[in-house]
Structures are given as structure tokens and as C-alpha cells.
């Protein structure tokens, strides 16, 4: 798959969350001469993340000392990266900036779409750019066909088309990602306890025989710079545990941390994972193998 883009930059922000892409960009970012300007969260990132990088400590609704300690680095260019669990709005102690951003929102503040999109915004308008990390590796991004050995069985594409049309309506809502489909039913939908506690809720919901099928893809409204859709190894070992028979991923839309392993993982398990575009009905697909 060729490079989405060319991005030629001496420095790089990362507004880093938890999980292990953040770490990842930061090996980018080495093999690519980029110097790195990372902002964090108490008991959201890693620590060690910070080591021997220049980094900034902030609290949620932080953003002026966000704004300051980028630009305060001569740094134009980030990336918002890795999971970040949001404190109720009663918890968060705004400055100027982030009451600017919660007054424009209102009630939309409650979905994350609305809000990353606004924060975007704001970031923008103080003359910095956003990326994706895909934008530096665009290999994250799962493509269309097999991670691994196995094929979803003719008759789960009931089940994935069921599953492609019902993630996108949820995610239209700014509800969630993620979907769970078992014999034409939905088990469940993912909310805002993220999709490996929607995988965990549904094991107990299925019907017998085979398991279901977890469907994830990029909300319509989503901007790829922002929060796109991410499994990992975790994802896989937590679909077996469940017993369901694989996972459909958006083509192209949805990050796969640490894909050759997943791609082992998968096989380990005999999960089908495979990436399926929403745009067309595909009754196969053409088997994958991870790249080097």
C-alpha cells in the first residue's frame, strides 16, 4: 500500500493517552530523525514514555498549558495518541481555553466526536497542524482482505453486512465503533466502556453454536486525525476468551497495533480477521499475509 502522504518535519507533539501506540510513534519518530514534545496525563501515560524526551505534565482540561508547551518548543505539528479516559465534566477544572471550547460545544460536549472536533479546531486556529499516526506509517492501517489463515464461513456475511450497516449508525449517533452479531441478532453495542468490555459483556449473551462477530469501523462523521478505531493483540486474545469466530475491521479505517502478531494471534485462536470496506458487498476475500 503506498504512503498516504510525505510529511517532512523536524518535530513532532504528541497529546499521548494509554496503550502502547504512543510508544510506538516514538520508534517513528527515531527511525525517522524527528524529535518528539510529549504532553501527558496523571494515571492515563505511561511514565516511562517520558524518559529522556522533553514532555510536559497537564491535567484534563489543561489546554492553554497544552498550547504553551508546544508552542513554547517552536512545535507545529502533532498527533493526539492513544486511549484516554475522559473524567465527568464535574471533574474537570477548565482554563480560559477549554472554556472557550466547552462554551462553544454546550450539550455536545458529551460526545467525543463534537468534542475532539472543536478541540481540533482550536488547535488550528493557534496555527498547528494535526496528523494521524497513520500518516507515518500507513502499514497500521488494516487493509482489505485476511490478517491471517482463516475465512469468515459463507453464511457470516449475514451477520458482517448486519454488523457493517449497524457500527455505522451507532457511529453516526457518536455512540460508538463497535458491534457484536450472532445468527442475524445484535449482542450488543459498544458505548463508553470501550470495545473490549462490550467483547467481555457479550460472552455470557451469545446463543450456542457459532460464536459471533465483532464489526468495527470509523464513525461517518470521525476525521482521521482524530481517535480513529484501534485493536491489538489484547483484542484477539479477548475474542477467543469470549468465544466469538472473528472480527471484521473497516478497510483502510481502523489501526491494528502490531499487525504481524495480531495476524499470529489470530491463527493461534483459528479467529478470522479480516478488513471489509462498508461501500460494497464482498462475498470473499483475498487472503493476506502480514508484511515483514
Known amino acids: ?7 517532512n518535519i523536524q518535530k513532532l507533539g504528541l497529546i499521548a493517552g494509554g496503550g502502547n501506540l504512543p510508544a510506538y510513534l516514538l520508534s517513528i519518530c527515531k527511525d525517522k530523525g524527528i524529535e518528539p514534545f510529549i504532553v501527558g496525563f496523571d494515571g492515563q501515560t505511561d511514565s516511562e514514555l517520558m524518559d529522556g524526551h522533553c514532555h510536559q505534565w497537564a491535567e484534563f482540561g489543561a489546554v492553554g498549558k497544552i498550547i504553551s508547551f508546544f508552542k513554547s518548543n517552536d512545535v507545529t505539528d502533532l498527533v493526539m495518541i492513544g486511549g484516554v479516559k475522559r473524567p465527568p465534566l464535574t471533574q474537570i477544572k477548565p482554563d480560559l481555553k477549554a472554556v472557550k471550547i466547552l462554551s462553544r460545544l454546550g450539550l455536545r460536549a458529551l460526545g467525543d466526536n463534537d468534542l475532539l ?3 481540533k479546531e482550536e488547535l488550528e486556529g493557534e496555527g498547528f497542524t494535526l496528523h494521524g499516526i497513520q500518516d507515518f506509517c500507513d502499514r497500521l492501517l488494516v487493509q482489505e482482505g485476511a490478517l491471517g489463515r482463516f475465512q469468515p464461513e459463507a453464511d457470516d456475511w449475514i451477520d458482517i453486512e448486519l454488523g ?10 457518536d455512540i460508538g465503533q463497535s458491534v457484536i452479531v450472532q445468527n442475524g ?6 458505548a463508553v466502556e470501550g470495545t473490549d468490555a462490550l467483547i467481555d459483556r457479550c460472552s455470557a449473551l451469545q ?6 462477530i465483532l464489526i468495527k469501523t470509523r464513525k461517518p462523521q470521525q476525521d482521521k486525525a482524530l481517535d480513529m478505531p484501534t485493536i491489538g ?18 478497510a483502510n479505517n481502523v489501526i491494528v497495533a502490531d499487525i504481524k502478531t495480531v495476524a499470529k494471534y489470530a491463527d493461534k485462536y483459528k479467529l478470522f480477521v479480516i478488513g471489509a470496506p462498508i461501500d460494497k458487498k464482498s462475498k470473499s476475500v483475498t487472503e493476506r499475509t502480514p508484511k515483514a
Open 1 to 7: 500500500m503506498p504512503a498516504t502522504q510525505e510529511i
Open 185 to 190: 441478532m445484535i449482542v450488543g453495542v459498544e
Open 117 to 119: 472536533s472543536v478541540l
Open 207 to 212: 446463543q450456542n453454536g457459532r460464536g459471533g
Open 164 to 173: 457493517l450497516k449497524v457500527s455505522q449508525e451507532i457511529g453516526s449517533l
Open 233 to 250: 493483540v489484547q483484542t484477539i486474545v479477548n475474542a477467543h476468551k469470549a468465544g466469538l469466530a472473528g472480527i471484521v475491521l473497516h
